[in-house]
């Protein structure tokens, strides 16, 4: 592939992420494999469902007592939001606009970032409740399911950044493009499963 | 295997497979290595016999006999069967659908490195400590309570080499989605290639569960988590279920591509067009659909209840359907063909009522209130056993003998291949078809030893002597590997003289980028319609001979397993050493540091120049 050859808005092809055929398998291999992991947060979900409150005779913790919706709403929005501004970036990387996808993937990170920050106060608090991951099955199982979610969303934050990095000189061209195209879809796939876990595990367990 | 015959040094041809991503390349270590673990397991199997040929006997002490067992039936199903089917798939899908490598060369070395990282990880724990001891389906009931490491090699070893296993299965996705040739519509693909697909789906949607399950384990085990715990409220059952939804389209992962390689097979040396193709195709997605509607019928006697029983049940009997569509239809093949009674045909022959009676077992067992009664015991053993080597393992062998000459343009002896079908076809019944037998007689599957006044004593002997047959099969073989590579007599293209597909159609040894044209298919079995047409090239051309585009080698993705593997030892003894946190860091520096240096340096490959290919240089390699 010619990394120098240049382009303008206009001769840019519509869909840069699929116009090689790297980059057509980028897509459909990135495609698949969030369909594996969409099978793995399944089993991790139906994990959480079956431990759920489950812990030695006793225990204090309930999902009602324990969970608080206004926080767990603020990392929602933040995380949707974050979503959108990724569309944003993908609409001018199709517009060949390599600054303002830079931008608004920036936007994102810092939102992915805050969400991060609060997803790291909400753990700490728990554990300074005494709810640590080793209290009870329930705590084992919220932990994990949460947790490798927190973890996509860490990973995620250091893929982009390091795509706006490695980049940032050189612009937009066919090599890249694709690259940012599935570390954006990436992004999707880790709001979609937030949203699972909103309404799985937060809304279910307070308000049930 | 390059154009131009060139003696290397033995590091440099060390690097070069150290760092190859050409598919061929890949193919022959995944057939190396899957062989050499096959070996390991089938000397693990060899010790399980002389420990049960007679009663009593005090061969192998108890701890001992089930590492022994647990490392078989671990090593065969991952680290021996599953890879030595990579190989024919990286040796075979690309060339039978016209690609000149698969969707992701890089992430293919990667799937090799992590898959052979993982097995000599679970491999260590033999001189670590001791091995794994809970039954390849290591039941969380077992294994949580299972003293020393042996459970955690497992479930480390198996995460790592699962992870290569679920790379290589979106490879092959991408590959036969996006890289078939010019006319490769799905309708045309041959079998083995329908095959490879349904079963790389099932690998993408079955492994994670896996990946979750072992996760569960090693948090339990290493970092105090407490799924398993029930004083904590935990449910051992959990494992059950994530391990059976991941098992059981396991043994469809194992028996598919197996079916396609004896789809191949019979209508080459039947020299007749597969028959009922469609019905064929049909048949393996929907094996491949149902295989995931079934897990449940392993734990019938867990207390699932009667309704889900019964579904599970009717489920079960349901797969028998495609799965006899496939049999008829082979039979059907051969049925007014001229049958040629070469060595893969023979293991062609032999599988089809090895395979039934393996079937019929199932579907026996699928029925609820009889498996509560054969349930652990050797019926189930004698089950398995014959799907898995009635079924795949005949099916690695007879592909090993008919792609021999594929890979390494020189072909295996047919006296010596006969000898070993024959041998290792009445060892294979003589060892099995008894332990039926025993199973309904009452013995247990599992057990180290048992009473000489039981009455398995001479069902188990005859065991154990079948099991002599198989092993001398083995030696046959590895003899005939060696006297093969010692001759090396080059054979050239299309060695069967019958080959329908593109695989046959490319100038031996096959060239290091595949074609020098893109292939038009024009048909189903399109090397067999250019020869019915006398086309001495053998393909039709899409495209004028062009600049080719080929990836660079690399060595990242055997560092990136390798750190993989440094840090399995860090969560390993985690809480026990004090150097263990620091090593797991380590390791996974190693892999994210080299996931870096990858996504950073553009690695844009290198052209063969249109010039080069005409002159039969072949440009760089």
Known sequence: MDLNSKYTPQSWPEHPEQATLEGKNKFVGFWLFLGGETVLFASLFATYLALKNKGPSGMEFTTQGLFELPLVFIMTMLLLTSSLTSVYAMYHMRNYNFKAMQAWLMITVLLGAAFLGFEIYEFNHYVHLGFTYDQSAFSTAFFTLVGTHGLHVLIGLGWIILLMIRNAKRGLNLYNAPKYYVASLYWHFIDVVWVFIFTVVYLMGALE | MSLIAEKKSFGAVLWDYLTTVDHKKIAILYLIAGGIFFIIGGIEAMLIRIQLAVPDNDFVAAGLYNQILTMHGTTMIFLAAMPLLFAFMNAVVPLQIGARDVAFPFLNSLGFWMFFFGGIFLNLSWFMGGAPDAGWTSYASLSIASPGHGIDFYALGLQISGGGTLIAGINFLVTIINMRAPGMTYMRMPLFTWSTFVASALVLFAFPPLTVGLFLMIFDRMFSGNFFNHLLGGNTIIWEHLFWIFGHPEVYILALPAFGIFSEIIPTFARKRLFGYSAMVFATVLIGFLGFMVWAHHMFTTGMGATANAIFAVATMAIAVPTGVKIFNWLLTMWGGNVKFTTPMLYALGFIPSFVAGGVTGVMQASAPLDYQLHDTYFIVAHFHYVIIGGVVFGLLAGLHFYWPLMFNTMLNETLGKIT???????????????????????????????????????????????????????????????????????????WEDGRTLEWAIPQPVPFYNFKQTPLVRGLDTYWIEKQEGNKEGMTYAEPVMDIHMPNNSIIPFIMAFGLFVGAFGALFNGEKAWAVPVLILGLLITFISMGARSLKDDLGYHIHKEDLLNDKGGKH
């Open chain 2, 421 to 495: 079908f024959w041998l290792f076809f009445i060892g294979f019944h003589a060892t099995f078809f008894i332990q039926h037998f025993l199973g309904l007689l009452g013995m247990p599957r599992r057990v180290f030893t048992y009473g000489a006044d039981q009455g398995w004593d001479l069902f188990n002997l005859i065991s154990s002597y079948g099991a002599i047959f198989m092993a001398v099969a083995v030696v046959v073989l590895v003899a005939n590997i060696i006297m093969t590579i010692a001759k090396n007599q080059p054979v050239g293209r299309d060695p």
